[in-house]
């Protein structure tokens, strides 16, 4: 997954989750994202970010955007993390 890809699916929560008034996610998720420059510490931030939105709003979210929510930690990990 490329950085535009995280970017496309982060906008695609963001959207899902605005439709549905789901507070909780959008205040994790907004913290981070969109990200400002693009540096390695925005996306370290979207990654910690996007962590504690799968701890901490589990009731809040559908099992398929959990595992979107899984997918874009994954993809930052691999994409800034283990080089």
Same mark, same amino acid.
């Given at each position: 997954?490329? @950085? *535009?890809?995280?970017? &496309? $699916? %982060? &906008?695609? +929560?963001?959207?899902?989750? %605005?439709? #549905? #008034?789901?507070? #909780? @996610? +959008?205040r994790h998720l907004l913290r981070t994202?969109? +990200?400002?420059? $693009?540096?390695? *510490?925005d996306w370290g931030d979207l990654h910690e970010a996007l962590r504690a939105l799968r701890s901490d709003c589990r009731a809040a979210i559908s099992e398929a955007e959990q595992v979107t929510v899984n997918d874009l930690i994954q993809a930052i990990a691999v994409n800034f993390f283990q080089r």
């Amino acid at each position: 997954m490329l @950085p *535009d890809d995280i970017n &496309a $699916g %982060c &906008a695609e +929560l963001f959207d899902i989750w %605005c439709e #549905r #008034r789901v507070v #909780r @996610p +959008l205040r994790h998720l907004l913290r981070t994202w969109p +990200l400002t420059s $693009g540096l390695t *510490d925005d996306w370290g931030d979207l990654h910690e970010a996007l962590r504690a939105l799968r701890s901490d709003c589990r009731a809040a979210i559908s099992e398929a955007e959990q595992v979107t929510v899984n997918d874009l930690i994954q993809a930052i990990a691999v994409n800034f993390f283990q080089r």
